[in-house]
């Protein structure tokens, strides 16, 4: 028996810009919904030679020629930019829409988490929609009634206090927290994941991520879309990057990410200048990295200090402004830091006039590329400038690899732990 659970062949997906795509009837849904309980299922289309009917109308290619095999409890993460076909693909996948061409081969009941709370209903209480929702998923009522309390617990007590007072009472947030408890405790063997880790707070994000690396561990078959880098290294060991509906890389998952994080950052440059802006009352002119003797470079060595230079003007007389750094690796911001951490009498007053500000960024830096952002912002108030992803730089392995091996790309973790030690031999 073959071990392949879905086999991808030249999937393409074709929309007409503008085009108005109806809902399926009651009727069509559950045929649907019969064929898709089958072991094996092929999703295909009667026409593979699809030729637009309106030549002079605008279309898109939302996938073309997609091709991928995924073995019985492989966990892929699929990544790209917005547009990159990411979700069209999973919607294919879990039989919401038909490819254009080429079809998909699934072994196995699949589940899908692509938009959570989908079926829920205001008017019912929790403890309805959890049986609602469920349904609509595709679990059984023994399912539901065996895994009930277990669906409440994860939901948290504030949910459990209400889980019998209408939804339409409940919190944004509590309406997510139960979508999801619902849909992560899906059986699949299958599971499609689309963006629906980012629910919640902080604390809640980690129980879901928790219950995400349970499934993986489980031996099921996982396809999980994010934009989250972190979660895709920690839950994946092969990813899928997808461009324009193409796969334009499928292997490993740190190097996919980084191709991804390389093609999607800023040019790599030194500085970086803006054109002057005098709506603004503070506004960032100028943007440059350089060496400790402050040297224009874009690459350094691993214990070389990188020093950031930023050039601003005040042009009224400002109280609580502040100039705002962010450096981030591989899709994880390391950190923000503010020209007013160690000058407070700047947050007081600043007149004034044409600024430059240098800091020295965290030495050593791990071996990689990174990326600088850049904010100017009135305490609170909205931000006045935001620059996103203003310049990039690359820190490499020239000279000290040999004797900090803790530097090097390959190396787990984001930041090198030059730590002193301290080691005493017990005789006794």
């Known amino acids: ?61 939302a996938l073309k ?10 966990v892929i993460g699929i990544i790209g930019r917005n547009g990159a076909g990411k979700t069209t693909l999973l919607k294919i996948l879990c039989r919401i829409t038909n490819p254009t061409e080429g079809y998909a081969e699934i072994r196995g009941r699949v589940g899908s988490l692509l938009e959570v709370g989908t079926g829920f209903h205001p008017e019912l209480t929790g403890r309805e929609n959890i049986y609602l929702n469920g349904a609509v998923l595709g679990m059984k009522k ?32 509590m309406q997510v927290r139960l979508a999801f408890a619902v849909a992560a405790h899906l059986e699949p063997e299958i599971l499609l994941v689309d963006e629906v880790l980012a629910v919640g707070d902080i604390a809640f994000q980690r129980k879901c991520l928790g219950k995400m690396e349970d499934v993986t561990k489980k031996g099921r078959t996982v396809l999980f879309v994010s934009h989250n880098m972190g979660m895709i290294k920690t839950l994946c060991e092969r990813c899928i990057l997808l461009e324009s509906g193409k796969i334009i890389q499928d292997g490993e998952t740190s190097q996919v990410i980084s191709k991804y ?35 224009l470079k874009t690459q350094f060595d691993v214990f070389e200090q990188v020093t950031l230079e930023i050039e601003y003007e005040v042009r009224e007389e400002l109280i609580g402004s502040v100039v705002v750094i962010g450096l981030s690796r591989e899709g ?47 305490l609170k108030r909205e931000a006045i400038e935001r620059i996103r992803e203003v310049l990039s730089f690359e820190v490499e392995e020239i000279s000290s690899v040999l004797t900090f091996p803790g530097c090097g790309r390959g190396a787990p973790g984001v930041m090198v732990a030059d730590l002193a030690w301290e080691i005493v031999k017990d005789d006794n």
């Open 332 to 378: 994880v911001e390391l950190f923000r830091s503010w020209d007013t951490d160690h000058n407070r009498e700047l947050l007081n007053k600043r007149l004034p006039g044409y600024y430059r500000a240098r800091v020295n960024l965290p030495c050593p830096l791990k071996a990689g590329s990174y990326i600088i952002s850049a904010a100017t912002m009135i």
């Open 261 to 295: 994080l390389t093609e999607s950052a800023p040019a790599k440059g030194s500085e970086q200048s803006f054109p002057e802006d005098k709506s603004k009352s503070i506004q960032i002119r100028r943007v440059a990295v350089m060496d400790e003797e402050l040297n």
């Open 65 to 74: 020629d997609v091709s991928f095999e995924v073995r019985q409890g492989e």
């Open 142 to 173: 023994k399912e539901l009634d065996r895994k009930f309390d277990e669906i409440v617990d994860f939901a948290g007590e504030m949910v459990k206090n209400f889980i019998d007072t209408p939804l339409k009472r409940y919190s944004s947030g």
């Open 1 to 61: 028996m073959s071990d392949i659970a879905i086999r991808a062949e030249n999937l393409s997906k074709l929309y007409r810009l503008g085009q108005f795509v109806g809902y399926n009837t009651l009727r069509e849904s559950l045929v649907n919904a019969f064929h898709t309980s089958f072991r094996r299922r092929r999703t295909a289309v009667a026409n593979p030679a699809y030729e637009p009917q309106n030549p002079d109308s605008e279309y898109i290619w």
